[in-house]
T-cell receptor, first 117, second 109 residues
Framework: GAGVSQSPRYKVAKRGQDVALRCDPI?????LFWYQQALGQGPEFLTY????????KSGLPSDRFFAERPEGSVSTLKIQRTQQEDSAVYLC???????????????FGPGTRLTVT | TQLLEQSPQFLSIQEGENLTVYCNSS?????LQWYRQEPGEGPVLLVT?????EVKKLKRLTFQFGDARKDSSLHITAAQPGDTGLYLC?????????FGAGTTVTVRA
C-alpha cells in the first residue's frame, strides 16, 4: 500500500513569505507527527495529532508555526513570515495508534526540504 | 538540543570490516529505536528495543539496550556498501520520539 507522502518535496521561499506543507498519512493511521530536521541533525518533534485533535504542540518553535488536521487525515504545517532559521527538512510520520506512554511504529514520509532565502 | 548523544558522528570503513555506533542519554526511555535514513528519504525503522539488557539481531546487525535503559549500541558485522546511510537512535517517551544527531556511515567497496 501507499506510504506517507509529502508535498511539495522542495520549497524555496523568500524571507517573509508564508508556506504550507502537506502530509498525506497512511490510510487508517490515527496518529500523525511533524518533525523538523536541520542539516546535520536528527529530527526534532514539532507537534502531534490524534485524529483531528492536536494533543501536543510543545515543539513548535514559535507562533509563526501552525499545524492542522481538520478531518483527521491530511495535515498541513503552515509557517508564516518565514525566516532563514526555518530552513530545514520537515518530516511527517503516521502511526496506527499512540496509546498512553508509547506508540506503534511511526512511518515517515520523504520530507519537504524548505530553503528560505 | 538532542537528548541522545551518538558517537561517532562520522564513520568510514572498508567493505567487510565491522563497526559499532553508540547512543547515550541521561534519560530513561520506555523504548529505544534505531533508524536508517538515506538522502532525500525519511528515517526507516530498523529495530525497537524495550527491555533493559535486551539484545536483538537482524542479519548482520546486532542491537543492544543498556541495563538501565539509557544507552544502546548498534554493531554491524562484515559491512557492505548497502549499509551506507545515516543511523539514528531515538528514545520514546510520552509517545514522542527524541532523536540523536545521527552517525553517518560510509562503507567503501
Amino acid at each position: 500500500g501507499a506510504g506517507v507522502s509529502q508535498s511539495p518535496r522542495y520549497k524555496v521561499a523568500k524571507r517573509g513569505q508564508d508556506v504550507a506543507l502537506r502530509c498525506d498519512p497512511i490510510s487508517g493511521h490515527v496518529s500523525l507527527f511533524w518533525y523538523q530536521q536541520a542539516l546535520g541533525q536528527g529530527p526534532e518533534f514539532l507537534t502531534y495529532f490524534q485524529n483531528e485533535a492536536q494533543l501536543d504542540k510543545s515543539g513548535l518553535p514559535s507562533d509563526r508555526f501552525f499545524a492542522e488536521r481538520p478531518e483527521g487525515s491530511v495535515s498541513t504545517l503552515k509557517i508564516q513570515r518565514t525566516q532563514q532559521e526555518d530552513s530545514a527538512v520537515y518530516l511527517c510520520a503516521s502511526s496506527l495508534e499512540a496509546r498512553g506512554y508509547w506508540t506503534y511504529e511511526q512511518y515517515f514520509g520523504p520530507g519537504t526540504r524548505l530553503t528560505v532565502t | 538540543t538532542q537528548l541522545l548523544e551518538q558517537s561517532p558522528q562520522f564513520l568510514s570503513i572498508q567493505e567487510g570490516e565491522n563497526l559499532t555506533v553508540y547512543c547515550n542519554s541521561s534519560s530513561v526511555f520506555s523504548s529505544l529505536q534505531w533508524y536508517r535514513q538515506e538522502p532525500g528519504e525519511g528515517p526507516v525503522l530498523l529495530v525497537t528495543v524495550v527491555t533493559g539488557g535486551e539484545v536483538k539481531k537482524l542479519k548482520r546487525l546486532t542491537f543492544q539496550f543498556g541495563d538501565a535503559r539509557k544507552d544502546s549500541s548498534l554493531h554491524i558485522t562484515a559491512a557492505q556498501p548497502g549499509d551506507t546511510g545515516l543511523y539514528l537512535c531515538a528514545g520514546e517517551g510520552d509517545y514522542k520520539l527524541s532523536f540523536g544527531a545521527g552517525t553517518t556511515v560510509t562503507v567503501r567497496a
